[in-house]
């Protein structure tokens, strides 16, 4: 998030390196002049009391050498978590990055981190930390966003409580079972983009409605719901080839918005990123379309234009950010999800989530509608004749085949009608959103592990004042140590990424893929809520904490319960080997980059450690076989 490093005028190289020392004498002075604090202490019942050594002061943490200028810009933005962890290892749980000008501070000890999430903002802020941001990314100016921010928060929570989950997890549900209809039986694909459309078209049409993803109202489009959401907003499928073309347009813009995304935040200037420009241009009008043609009623995204009276020529760029935010980390921790389960290691885990979601569809009614004859066989019918063996000749490669297989799929529905052979009945499907809504199932934790183990690797506030970050060694509450000096205006940062593989917050085996573990152990405790309010859990700080944490968060969990307990049930899965993998250890240094954490074996493609804001995406694509499942 180079982008909020921006705000202060950049000093010359000689004058920021001088800045520590600077610093620790000013600290000194202030320190000394106050005296130093002594304590009493006693050992046992009779002992007598003595004088303890003074406690040094606190000082800045030691600055990472850099270039002149740049400082570690360029070390940061080609290395990510990679060089984060080199940092850490060389300098301990505290130290400071220049990034063109703007000194940034990196905290790692529990004790800093529990003070991050609880400062008041007279101390850490982070409305600074996010103006320019949103600036530069959505174009929403700070005077119109940061006045509104609160309230924003504030809608989305209410909007998305859980006594809602089962409403919008079921329209939710009809958007991919309507994708999943139009899946062959069997085949080859390539999991990381199928993952892309099948999340992003469902999401965007749950949350942002089917009249904007299909650029056109649904033909059975409805302003009611039915009292489970199932019935709301027409079928989930579009009505013709140009509302399939449309949602394409819009998925394309949005991934090629999402890769610009962080050198958009950062200080270079815009013209450098012509793709980026189009991309956002180019969403921001299909939501002021929409958003004139009164599409977002009846939405969430309609509900939040309510609650927050935004003046209408910036509404399109809140919806963007709504949209940005509902995307962004939700397709990559869908694919981690699956892909985690899918490993030879985890087998146990795969089971119990398939077996749970069997319970879930048995318990709620009917066994299976029709074609079972087919499912058995997973072979896909082709009713113009045309065999498996001519569709093999056609296609070249495996996405190709995967491609012609989907199209004769279509055409089998368009022949028998789309309702031929429901993947589910309306009383499984209600019994599959329950399970996706429940916070104890297996599927629930394995999601969680999957998105501790793949974080982002940056969160930020902006020091409002000088203040003292305790960095002791973690073991609980008032950990001995002097703290670090943080001096106003530095930008204070966490790493989730890097902390949620650190012992002392996950005791047992941080790097393995564990859904059955402890939560995060911060403040001398496992419990959700113990020392930090919404920090905690497996997941830990993967959902931010304090009063800024996630608003969609309950809704987020349920999404990826859905959509990986569904793809486990209905579908076989198999990883096929992948090509020119990359030998251990021969990406960027560092322990980070050797092993990925919960894929020791590399079965999977490597997180991208380059990436910092989000979700990490895979860096590689990630073949597998699926057929459908004999249920």
Not at 29 to 38: C, D, E, F, I, P
Not at 508 to 536: I, N, W
Request: hydrophobic share 45%; aromatic share 8%.
């Amino acid at each position: 998030m180079i982008g909020l490093l921006t705000e202060s005028n950049a000093p010359t190289w000689v004058a920021a390196a001088l800045v520590p020392v600077l610093l620790g004498i000013a600290a000194w002075a202030l320190v000394h002049t106050r005296g130093v604090q002594r304590e009493n202490c006693t050992t046992g019942a009779g002992a007598t009391g003595f004088t303890a050594a003074p406690v040094p002061p606190p000082l800045p943490p030691p600055l990472v050498p850099g270039l002149p200028v740049l400082g570690s810009a360029l070390a940061l933005g080609a290395g990510g978590a990679a060089f984060l962890e080199r940092c850490r290892e060389q300098h301990g749980d505290a130290f400071t990055l220049r990034l063109l000008g703007q000194r940034m501070t990196f905290v790692f000890a529990p004790p800093a981190l529990e003070r991050y999430f609880t400062a008041p903002d007279s101390e850490l802020t982070f409305g600074p930390a996010v103006q320019q941001f949103t600036h530069r990314v959505f174009g929403l100016p700070p005077k119109h966003f940061f006045s509104k921010h609160a309230t924003m928060l504030q809608a989305l929570r209410h909007l998305l409580v859980p006594a809602t989950l089962p409403q919008h997890t079921a329209r939710l549900l009809r958007l991919l079972l309507a994708r999943l209809q139009r899946w062959p039986a069997a085949g080859q694909l390539e999991l990381v983009g199928e993952m892309k459309t099948l999340v992003f078209q469902a999401s965007v049409g749950a949350l942002l409605g089917e009249a904007f993803l299909w650029g056109e109202q649904p033909q059975s489009c409805s302003t009611e719901s039915s009292h489970d959401g199932s019935s709301s907003g027409g079928g989930g499928a579009p009505a013709s080839a140009a509302a399939a073309a449309h949602a394409l347009g819009l998925q394309q813009d949005f991934f090629a918005f999402e890769e610009g995304f962080e050198l958009a935040a950062s200080p270079l200037p815009h013209m450098f990123q012509p793709k980026f420009l189009a991309a956002r241009r180019r969403l921001v009008a299909a939501l002021r379309r929409s958003f004139c043609a009164g599409y977002f009623m009846g939405t969430v995204a309609g509900g939040l234009i309510e609650a927050c009276g935004l003046p209408d020529r910036f509404v399109p760029n809140m919806l963007l950010a709504v949209l940005w935010a509902s995307q962004a980390n939700a397709v990559p921790t869908a694919f981690w999800a699956l892909g985690f389960l899918l490993l030879p290691e985890n087998r146990q885990h795969m089971q119990a989530v398939v077996r749970e979601a069997a319970a879930a569809v048995e318990a709620a009614g009917a066994a299976f509608p029709g074609g079972e004859a087919q499912r058995r066989s997973g072979e896909a019918p082709f009713p113009n004749g045309r065999s498996e063996q001519r569709l093999g000749q056609q296609a070249e490669q495996p996405s190709q085949l995967w491609r012609l297989r989907q199209e004769q799929q279509q055409q089998q529905e368009e022949h028998l009608g789309h309702d031929a052979s429901p993947l589910l009945t309306e009383s499984q499907q209600r019994g599959l959103v329950a399970l996706a809504c429940d916070r104890k199932s297996h599927v629930a934790a394995a999601v969680a592990e999957a998105m501790r183990l793949r974080s982002f690797s940056i969160d930020v506030r902006i020091a409002a004042a000088d203040c003292v970050l305790p960095c002791g060694d973690g073991a609980g509450p008032g950990s001995a140590g002097p703290g670090v000096l943080v001096q106003k205006g530095d930008v204070v940062a966490i790493s989730p990424y890097s902390s949620h593989l650190d012992p002392r917050l996950y005791a047992h085996q941080p790097a393995v893929f564990d859904p059955k573990r402890e939560g995060m152990r911060l403040g001398g405790s496992t419990a959700p809520h113990a020392a930090v309010v919404g920090v905690g859990g497996v997941p830990g700080l993967s959902f931010g904490g304090g009063k800024y944490r996630c608003p969609g968060r309950h809704f987020a969990e349920s999404e990826l319960c859905l959509v990986t307990s569904l793809l486990l049930l209905l579908f076989e899965w198999q990883l096929l080997p992948r090509e020119g993998a990359p030998a251990p250890g021969s990406s960027a240094a560092g322990a980070l980059s050797a092993v990925p954490p919960g894929d020791p074996s590399g079965l999977l493609p490597p997180p991208d450690l380059r990436k910092l804001v989000g979700i990490k995406v895979p860096a590689g694509p990630c073949w597998v076989q699926c057929s459908r499942r004999s249920l």
